[in-house]
């Protein structure tokens, strides 16, 4: 049998350890989220959650929903299914200098399945839905977030664009990373399309906390409005599209979703076969 005062004791000592634990968790969780107070601090946890502080090649894919959004009315439109290659390393400013390219097919809402040609709720009309391929390009990402280019093509590029800011919660993590551009063509004021994104990248906190990690897992959430898609064909009427996704960061293309890998694979045999020689190709630098 115990004694009350042996029970006593065990009540105080596990009481004193409880408190101990505490004061540790809460000591932990000081110093894992010092990096949301700096903007080299809001950079690295980036890099470790959407690719990596190292030059490894990492994808990032997300699949949701495109909505039209006239007078504030959602309609769901079809899918949007994503996939972007990329690596990066980090120049002697800081920032990290790179080279991606992003994959893109759309489905439709039932299935998912890849379409080629849409029915436009608003015009009544059959449209030729178009694939999307980004062109190879330098990608860069400072203590400011993206580095926009000047032009894309033939077409001036005005961007804005915020890193941060990062939030702490216990075990997890997010920091966000938004982007508006604006293009305009030569000789016309009115821009020729406009685009907004947000990105929050999660994670786990003592992951991006811990100098030993150069890479983190990482769950993406993706959202944009942007002008209508020309291939849309509707012809100067009033409204947009937004569209919400989610996805992951990995590091080859058999953590990607079955079906858009088989796509990757089908449509892009040069980056299913070997991306980083396709990333390594001769690119624009932004500068």
Known sequence: MISRRTSLGLIAGAAFTSAARTEALLADNSRDDSWTESQEGLLNALMKLRAALDDRL???WFKGVVYGIVDSAMTPLFTINAVAFAFYE?????????????????GDLERNQPIEHFVNPYTGRTVA??????????AVIGRNGLVMPARIGPLRVKAETRLGPGLV????????????STLFAEGIKVPVNEYGESMSYA??????????ILAAPCQISYTNAMSWRPWLGMEGRPGHTMTVASGEKCESLG???RDLADFVRYRHPDLAGDARAVLSENAPQID
Do not use: M
Not at 169 to 179: F, G, I, M, Q, Y
Not at 203 to 212: L, T
């Open 169 to 180: 919660n216990a075990e997890r993590c997010w920091v966000r990373l938004d982007t508006r």
């Open 58 to 60: 990492t994808l990032e």
């Open 90 to 106: 980090r120049a002697e400013s800081g920032d990290f200098r790179g080279r991606r390219i992003e994959v893109t097919y759309h």
């Open 255 to 257: 953590a990607v979703p």
């Open 203 to 212: 994670g786990k906190s003592r992951d991006v906390a811990d100098p030993a």
């Open 129 to 138: 839905v178009s694939l999307s391929r980004t062109p190879l390009q330098e």
